[in-house]
């Protein structure tokens, strides 16, 4: 079975610049969490989305948002990029809304120059 | 203060011996508790959850929560090259998500 699956695995982008991360969950999981961890600290939430509804987001800039599709597919936008958003972003699927058994996938990693 | 603390290591032993890995968390309302392990440029790894105080045993690791004291343990039992990662401990938050400590950095010698 496919476990958590991010794309792409790595990026260069701009200050200033857009960018969107997309995260395909465990096959049968209906929350998906995302999680910034920059070098040297653990996994910071960002957001979870239950059945395409946020269901909780962590202390981060409107400039970072969400969304859940029908097939509980996931995309993280981050909009102004500056060079303190270069980290990996780690997605995490579970089956309910309780983060007890949260698959982490590979992570994008992240670069702003 | 951090919710959750944790000594970022590096914690260096030799293979075979046992390694004690430990966390302090702050939120009295904490109920899960979940340590992961993450090599180097992957993603974290599950290895268990525990739930209120107690101890839980899979294999050669061991998780211990100790609520009174807010203290959580994992230790790894004859441990071996392969075991060297960080270890991270973690605490489920509901609709906060996961919080995690910094992770130590764990280094077993052949």
Request: with cysteine.
């Amino acid at each position: 079975d496919a476990g958590v699956t991010q794309s792409p695995t790595h990026l260069i982008k701009t200050r200033g610049q857009h960018v969107t991360l997309r995260c395909s969950p465990i096959s049968g999981h209906k929350s998906v969490s995302w999680y910034q961890q920059v070098l040297g600290q653990g996994p910071q939430f960002i957001f979870q989305y239950y059945e395409k509804e946020e269901r909780g987001r962590g202390n981060f800039p409107d400039r970072f948002s969400a969304r859940q599709f029908p097939n509980y597919s996931s995309e993280l936008n981050v909009n102004a990029l500056l060079l303190g958003d270069s980290a990996l972003y780690l997605c995490a699927s579970s089956t309910g809304t309780l983060n007890t058994e949260a698959f982490f996938g590979q992570g994008t990693r992240l670069t702003v120059v | 203060q951090k919710e959750v603390e944790q000594d970022p290591g590096p914690l260096s032993v030799p293979e075979g011996a046992i390694v004690s890995l430990n966390c302090t968390y702050s939120n009295s309302a904490f109920q899960y508790f979940m340590w992961y392990r993450q090599y180097s440029r992957k993603g974290p790894e599950l290895l268990m959850y525990t739930y209120s105080s107690g101890n839980k045993e899979d294999g050669r690791f061991t998780a211990q929560v100790d609520k009174s004291s807010k203290y959580i343990s994992l230790f790894i039992r004859d441990s071996q090259p392969s075991d060297s990662a960080t270890y991270l401990c973690a605490t489920e938050g509901g609709a906060d998500g996961l919080t995690f400590g910094k992770g130590t950095h764990l280094i077993i010698q052949p």
